[in-house]
Structures are given as structure tokens and as C-alpha cells.
């Protein structure tokens, strides 16, 4: 059996990576591709890459009505409550941080909430930087194993800004360069404080510093949070492999991740070492900001809740070099 699925926000980046990922998908269809700002146009006029898909991107208001198994909203934050009550889609998948703590939402961090995820008609997604840190910190939390403050220390590539025109995402701003932003607060904190605690019962605060990286995509969290018992850095490597051995996409190394290794896939690598120094466990986490990020986690999710496998769509390695 074939499901049918729609894309509102078709055209931006998030939106272009669903697309790239049901097209290899046996079990899910795109029905109806929706952008208003390229409406009518060619998919390969907005994603060159996907030009072998054919077909022209629609407006919402026409996705919005095809009577479909699951919605992909891709639409930036606070576009999609006015499109729900004419949603056809039995399942929706949003990408934005609109239902992020609702309670009608499940919160589709789907290592997490496997089960819930399968029973759910609404999931709204993670964020990226959301996903890596709690990727990263959530086992020895969830062990009793460290203690608040949390400190993350997160960068991105610039697809994580999403697709439109901005200075400092141009190359002249970004190329060569490394900042930080959001630094005395970020909208993501809220939802890293809120996913630690339910996840890893380990209510604290978090101090999060993002950086923009002049790379196309890719994102890594390193984060540090004390010890409240000694540990070395093998038993640091145990309690990852403790919680992700039987996991699919959490490879958990030897050694430090990085974000290329990840470029293209559903991954997250993550590894720790102890600070013996300070007494301070550093965990960190490299995803691929528009695959397990966004549009990797947000088909995970939809497999799930279609009673697919839940690595359908989904079985491509990371790209290297």
C-alpha cells in the first residue's frame, strides 16, 4: 500500500530534502508540493537537483485540500495554525516550533518516543540544535550522572537559517567566518531545558551559545554538564553504547564527530570524554542539520505513524568526502 503525503513549504530547504527523500520512498507519494512563493513554478527551477521529479510546485491552499495520509509542514513558525482545520491529511509532521510542548503534540524525538510517535496523528518535530544536544546529553541524564548547568556550545551551517535572502548568509558575510549569535538568549532553550527534564529527568538550566559556520549544512552541540560521581572516559563511551546500540541512525565513536560524516544521511554521531580536570562530562553530537535535524527525523517520525518501517526513505549513508 501507497500513502499519500503533501509538503507545505515545498521550497525551502527542509522542504527540498523531504522531497530528495520520498523520491527514493516506496511506501509514501507526493501528491501535491506547495510553496506560494515559487507557485507554478518547475520543481527543478527550485530545487536544480530534483529535476528529474517533474512537476510544478502548488500553493498551500490547494495541498492543503488533497485528501492525503500524512502533511509535511515545512511552512516557517506560525504558518500553520491557519491551515490545519482544512487539512485532509490524517498524520501531520511539523517542522516548525509552533506545537513544540503542546500537549495535543507528541514531541517527535523518536529515539524517545517510539511508541508514542506510531499512536500519533500530530508530531511536531525537533529542532536541530535541540536534537543534537539532547542526542548528546539525555543518557547520563537520564543514568543520574550529571548535574545542572548545562552549557552547549552549538554551530551550524547556513541552510540552518533556512532559504531566504539575508547579508549575513551571503558569502561575502559568512564565507571565512565564524560567529556566534543569540547569545543571551535563544528561542531553542526553552524546548533543550524542556526535552533534558522529560527525557532525563535533569530539570537545570542551560546556558546555549549558537555559532553560524560557513558551510552549506551540518551542525554539532557539544555540551558540558558536571559530574556527580567520577567517571572515565570508556564508561562515558559504555553509557552512549548503553543507550544506542540497538538504535539505527546514533553511531556512537571512539572518537570526536564531525559534520561532514553526516552530510546527506539520517545520522547523529555522538561521543564523550570526561574533563578530569574541572570533574565536567563534554558529550557531542554531529547531525546533518536538514536530514535527522529536520527532514530525516520529521520522515522517521512519519514511518511510524503510517505503520512503515521506520528506516524507510531513510537508508542512505552520509557523503564523504
Known amino acids: 500500500m501507497t500513502h499519500g503525503a503533501v509538503i507545505l513549504g515545498a521550497s525551502g530547504y527542509s522542504g527540498g530534502e523531504l522531497l530528495r527523500l520520498l523520491a527514493g520512498h516506496s511506501g509514501i507519494e507526493v501528491l501535491a508540493a506547495a510553496g506560494d512563493g515559487a507557485a507554478g513554478r518547475p520543481l527543478a527551477y ?4 530534483l529535476a528529474s521529479l517533474g512537476g510544478a510546485v502548488v500553493t498551500a491552499e490547494e495541498a492543503v485540500t488533497v485528501d492525503a495520509d500524512v502533511c509535511f509542514s515545512c511552512l516557517p513558525g506560525g504558518h500553520l495554525a491557519k491551515h490545519l482545520d482544512d487539512l485532509e491529511a490524517n498524520v501531520v509532521v511539523d517542522l516548525a516550533d509552533d506545537f513544540r510542548g503542546e500537549a495535543e503534540w507528541i ?60 547579508d549575513h548568509l551571503s558569502l561575502a558575510s559568512a564565507g571565512s567566518s565564524v560567529t556566534a549569535y543569540g547569545t543571551a538568549y535563544h ?21 546555549f551559545t549558537p555559532h553560524l559556520a560557513p558551510m552549506s549544512r551540518g551542525l554539532l552541540a557539544t555540551v558540558r554538564a558536571r559530574l556527580r560521581a567520577p567517571l572515565t572516559d570508556s564508561g562515558a563511551t559504555d553509557v552512549l553504547r548503553d543507550a544506542y546500540d540497538d538504535e539505527a541512525f546514533i553511531e556512537v565513536l571512539e572518537d570526536w564527530p564531525s559534520t561532514k560524516a553526516t552530510v546527506g544521511s539520517n545520522a547523529a554521531h ?31 517520525n512519519a514511518n511510524l505513524a503510517l505503520g512503515l518501517a521506520e528506516g524507510q526513505g531513510l537508508e542512505a549513508t552520509g557523503v564523504w568526502p
Not at 524517545?112 to 536534537?131: D, K, L, Q, W
Not at 531553542?188 to 542551560?206: K, P, S, Y
Open 46 to 49: 527550485v530545487h536544480p537537483h
Open 107 to 166: 514531541y517527535g524525538l523518536t529515539e524517545f518516543v517510539r511508541g508514542g510517535v506510531a499512536e500519533a496523528s500530530r508530531i511536531a518535530n525537533p529542532g536541530c540544535y535541540p536534537t543534537a544536544t539532547l542526542v548528546a546529553l539525555v543518557p547520563f541524564a537520564s543514568a543520574g550522572l550529571v548535574e545542572g548547568p548545562v552549557v552547549v556550545d552549538a554551530i551550524s551551517g547556513t541552510s540552518g537559517a533556512g532559504r531566504k535572502p539575508a
Open 187 to 207: 528561542r531553542h532553550v526553552g524546548e533543550i531545558e524542556r526535552g533534558l527534564q522529560v527525557f532525563g529527568g535533569l530539570e537545570t538550566m542551560v546556558s
Open 270 to 300: 555522538v561521543g564523550a570524554r570526561v574533563d578530569r580536570r574541572t570533574g565536567w562530562l563534554v558529550c557531542s553530537a554531529a547531525i546533518d542539520n536538514l536530514g535527522k535535524g529536520a527532514a530525516g527525523q520529521a520522515l522517521q
